[in-house]
């Protein structure tokens, strides 16, 4: 009904950047939040950034100043700018988005199957 699918990991030095990107498709009557968590080996899934349809956001203590969110509502689409990685930083990156879908009464939360960023030299 509704997919996501994440792309732009990979693997980067400590101090390099990389850019996520979200594409959320299907039978999509609106999108209220957008945004990432992430999941690294060992350790639960923590909130990374999400942002609102009217642009607001709201970062995790450990990547403010370093990582920037996006969202384009033409394309349903979110993105992730991440900058001045961190070893720490590596981990399955996920989105997620609160759609409220064809056919539904109130909204539901999808998630894509995720992104690897590994941050090593």
């Known amino acids: 009904q509704v997919q996501l699918v994440e792309s732009g990991g990979g693997l980067v030095q400590p101090g390099g950047s990389l850019r996520l990107s979200c594409a959320a498709s299907?039978?999509?009557?609106?999108?209220?939040?957008m945004g990432w968590y992430r999941q690294a080996p060992g350790k639960q899934r923590e909130a990374v950034v999400a942002?609102?349809?009217?642009?607001?956001?709201n970062y995790a203590d450990s990547v403010k100043g370093r990582f920037t969110i996006s969202r384009d509502n033409a394309k349903n689409t979110v993105y992730l700018q991440m900058n001045s990685l961190k070893p720490e930083d590596t981990a399955v990156y996920l989105c997620?988005?609160?759609?409220?879908?064809?056919?539904?009464?109130?909204?539901?939360?999808?998630w894509g199957k995720g992104t690897l960023v590994t941050v090593s030299s």
């Open positions: 997620y988005a609160v759609v409220v879908a064809t056919g539904d009464y109130y909204a539901l939360n999808y």
């Open positions: 299907g039978s999509i009557v609106s999108i209220n939040m």
């Open positions: 942002i609102t349809s009217g642009g607001n956001t």
